[in-house]
């Protein structure tokens, strides 16, 4: 099991900019980890994954509606998953969540560790 801690939320206005952290308590490639991903809930609203990352290769994907705006990248000295989000709009208010394990970064049976979550609000 890994922890996993997320920072970097907080309230901007549309058009603004926010980089998210999420910090694991170990290597964030391993034989149990090979893709960490950012999801995102607001109330009412489903679980949706915006970005993942396969920590050994780096490929990334996105859902649609972060394209463009939002970038994952990875730090493995720092054992720590980023994701810039840009040119944020008041439908990106959500809290965001940072999720590790291994297998297909699509699939969401892939994750087994969440961290606590972190809240980003967008306001117009």
């Known amino acids: 099991q890994v922890q996993l801690v997320e920072s970097g939320g907080g309230s901007v206005q549309t058009g603004g900019s926010l980089r998210l952290s999420c910090a694991a308590s170990?290597?964030?490639?391993?034989?149990?980890?090979?893709?960490m991903g950012w999801f995102r809930q607001s109330p009412g609203k489903e679980r949706e994954r915006v970005a993942a990352?396969?920590?050994?290769?780096?490929?990334?994907f996105y859902a649609d509606s972060g394209k463009g705006r939002f970038t994952i990248s990875q730090d493995n000295a720092k054992n720590t998953v980023y994701l810039q989000m840009n040119s944020l709009k008041p439908e990106d208010t959500a809290m965001y969540y940072c999720?590790?394990?291994?297998?297909?970064?699509?699939?969401?049976?892939?994750?087994?560790?969440w961290g606590q979550g972190t809240q980003v609000t967008v306001s117009s």
């Open positions: 999720a590790a394990g291994r297998g297909s970064c699509a699939s969401p049976g892939t994750y087994n560790d």
């Open positions: 990352i396969y920590t050994g290769a780096g490929s990334a």
């Open positions: 170990r290597s964030i490639y391993s034989v149990s980890i090979n893709c």
